[in-house]
Nanobody, 115 residues
Framework: QVRLVESGGGLVQPGGSLRLSCEAS????????MGWYRQAPGKQRELVGT???????NYADSVKGRFTISRDKAKNTVFLQMNSLKPEDTAVYYC?????????WGQGTQVTVSS
């Protein structure tokens, strides 16, 4: 069983920044895609962005230019750098990874953007 352990959520003011981390308990060589989803109260879970093992990234239109996904293959960890945060970014953020092409989810970390 693969575990994804997230950290870095919290409360931040509009315009601020946060960095989320997610470490996978699997070998980097068997980990295919890593990424982040989020779910706001009363809404469906939505894609934030992903990064492949080759480093290619994909982002939701709502976060392009503000959020950046990166990956440390040595630690099999994915990061989400969130800048210029808006109240509408408030959600539980979930790490996602495919290991040997099977999908796994983290437990989620709360991000609240409020003054």
């Amino acid at each position: 069983q693969v575990r994804l352990v997230e950290s870095g959520g919290g409360l931040v003011q509009p315009g601020g920044s946060l960095r989320l981390s997610c470490e996978a308990s699997a070998s980097s060589s068997s980990t295919n895609v890593m990424g982040w989803y989020r779910q706001a109260p009363g809404k469906q879970r939505e894609l934030v962005g992903t990064i492949t093992s080759g480093g290619s990234t994909n982002y939701a239109d709502s976060v392009k230019g503000r959020f950046t996904i990166s990956r440390d293959k040595a630690k099999n960890t994915v990061f989400l750098q969130m800048n210029s945060l808006k109240p509408e970014d408030t959600a539980v953020y979930y790490c996602y990874a495919t290991v040997s092409w099977r999908g796994y989810w983290g437990q989620g970390t709360q991000v609240t953007v409020s003054s």
